[in-house]
């Protein structure tokens, strides 16, 4: 069954949409089970979304915890619950903000450092080998396209 969107797009765009949303979502599940291995790897009592948050302090370095809550797209409270157990993991500590020290600062410890860049090597790693046997012109095919797709979801 057709929606009213797909109503008013050529057959062959048509198609072409069908085949990307199926595409996507096999691909969607796949990441999501690759993020629940990862998490596992870094503790197995971790959720997924804890690892999206020290992947987050991993690249972008302390914040406080409206930021981080902020980055990743959910509410202070579940953000809070999970640097609570990350903190009681060792992997995450609380700072005072330099610029205002009624703020605290959430950063990784250097052992969630060292945990989180073994992590994502492994990981690294994994994706490289998969993709090896394509030539630059497809990497570079698929890397534009995905960052045009990402950037669609920012507006």
Same mark, same amino acid.
């Given at each position: 069954?057709?929606?009213?969107?797909?109503?008013?797009?050529?057959?062959?765009?048509?198609?072409?949409?069908?085949?990307?949303?199926?595409?996507?979502?096999?691909?969607?599940?796949?990441?999501?089970?690759?993020?629940?291995?990862?998490?596992?790897?870094?503790?197995?009592?971790?959720?997924?979304?804890?690892?999206?948050?020290?992947?987050? /302090?991993? #690249?972008?370095?302390?914040?406080? +915890?409206?930021? !981080? @809550?902020?980055?990743?797209?959910?509410?202070?409270?579940?953000?809070?619950?999970?640097?609570?157990?990350?903190?009681?993991?060792?992997?995450?500590?609380?700072?005072?903000?330099?610029?205002?020290?009624?703020?605290?600062?959430?950063?990784?410890?250097?052992?969630?450092?060292?945990?989180?860049?073994?992590?994502?090597?492994?990981?690294?790693?994994?994706?490289?080998?998969? /993709?090896? #046997?394509?030539?630059?012109?497809? +990497?570079?095919? !698929? @890397?534009?396209?995905?960052?045009?797709?990402?950037?669609?979801?920012?507006?």
């Amino acid at each position: 069954m057709r929606t009213p969107e797909q109503s008013r797009l050529s057959p062959g765009k048509a198609v072409a949409m069908e085949s990307l949303d199926i595409q996507l979502s096999l691909l969607w599940r796949r990441a999501r089970a690759i993020n629940q291995e990862l998490t596992r790897s870094v503790h197995p009592d971790m959720e997924p979304a804890a690892y999206g948050l020290l992947s987050v /302090l991993l #690249h972008q370095g302390a914040m406080r +915890l409206t930021e !981080l @809550a902020k980055c990743i797209g959910v509410g202070k409270p579940s953000v809070s619950r999970q640097i609570t157990f990350l903190q009681k993991l060792g992997l995450v500590h609380k700072e005072a903000d330099p610029g205002d020290g009624r703020a605290q600062l959430i950063d990784l410890t250097e052992g969630g450092r060292e945990k989180l860049i073994a992590v994502q090597a492994r990981r690294q790693e994994s994706f490289h080998a998969r /993709l090896s #046997h394509w030539d630059e012109a497809e +990497l570079s095919v !698929l @890397a534009a396209s995905l960052t045009k797709l990402n950037d669609e979801y920012l507006n």
